[in-house]
């Protein structure tokens, strides 16, 4: 069993920066990927960027150039570092933790992002 746990959303105004963090806990050896994904309001949840164990990642074309993630896997901890934030960002952002036994992976309760224009 893995938890994850969101934190770092908020308010900001366009043009502003953000960065939200993934604490990973439980059987964390397990991790092969994780991902970050969003839901904006009356609109389904959308991949926003992934991360490999080997660090490959990949980036939804949306936020390709400015958002970032990372990974600390000493502190079992992903990041997203989001530059230039659009009001059309606004949305509850949330990690999976992708592992061999579970590709749906296991999610948290998300973190509110709201970019004012």
């Known amino acids: 069993q893995v938890q994850v746990v969101e934190s770092g959303g908020g308010l900001v105004q366009a043009g502003g920066s953000l960065r939200l963090s993934c604490a990973a806990s439980?059987?964390?050896?397990?991790?092969?990927?994780f991902g970050w994904y969003r839901r904006a309001p009356g609109k389904q949840r959308e991949l926003v960027a992934t991360?490999?164990?080997?660090?490959?990642?990949y980036y939804d074309p949306s936020v390709k150039g400015r958002f970032t993630i990372s990974r600390d896997d000493a502190n079992n901890t992903v990041y997203l570092q989001m530059n230039s934030l659009k009001p059309q960002d606004t949305a509850v952002y949330y990690c999976?933790?992708?592992?061999?036994?579970?590709?749906?992976?296991?999610w948290g309760q998300g973190t509110q992002v709201t970019v004012s224009s």
């Open positions: 999976n933790a992708q592992t061999a036994r579970s590709p749906l992976g296991y």
């Open positions: 991360i490999s164990s080997s660090r490959i990642t």
């Open positions: 439980g059987s964390t050896f397990s991790i092969n990927r």
